[in-house]
């Protein structure tokens, strides 16, 4: 399968912000940020792989790696159409206008 280039929005919520945030750092490395908001981490990077899905596991596979009670709420996008996620599920796809 042809890889594609993803933007990244997501926002994380976890017991454990610290540890996430290095685990979010790893996986996006220099495409983009991660910052930590208030009680979240708000992400933002440009990703290349295979499938918006596959990404979102992985990312979120590597979050809870370092602490099970993560949550993650993503939109990927890629030439104009947006898959959303909630944990491992899929929301839908369709082209989303900004809230």
Same mark, same amino acid.
């Given at each position: 399968?042809?890889?594609?280039?993803?933007?990244?929005?997501?926002?994380?919520?976890?017991?454990?912000?610290?540890?996430?945030?290095?685990? +979010?750092?790893?996986?996006?490395?220099?495409? #983009?940020?991660?910052? +930590?908001?208030?009680? +979240?981490?708000?992400? =933002?990077?440009?990703?290349? #792989?295979?499938? *918006? =899905?596959?990404?979102?596991?992985?990312?979120?596979?590597?979050?809870? @790696?370092?602490?099970?009670?993560?949550?993650? @709420? *993503?939109?990927?996008?890629?030439?104009?159409?947006?898959?959303?996620?909630?944990?491992?599920?899929? =929301? #839908?796809?369709? =082209?989303?206008?900004?809230?």
């Amino acid at each position: 399968m042809a890889k594609a280039l993803f933007n990244l929005e997501a926002r994380v919520s976890s017991s454990n912000l610290q540890a996430v945030l290095d685990a +979010v750092n790893d996986f996006i490395g220099k495409s #983009g940020s991660a910052v +930590v908001k208030g009680d +979240v981490i708000e992400i =933002k990077a440009e990703i290349e #792989g295979e499938s *918006a =899905k596959e990404l979102n596991r992985k990312l979120l596979s590597d979050m809870r @790696r370092v602490e099970k009670r993560t949550r993650l @709420r *993503a939109e990927w996008t890629s030439n104009g159409l947006t898959e959303r996620f909630f944990d491992y599920v899929s =929301k #839908g796809t369709g =082209k989303f206008a900004k809230e």
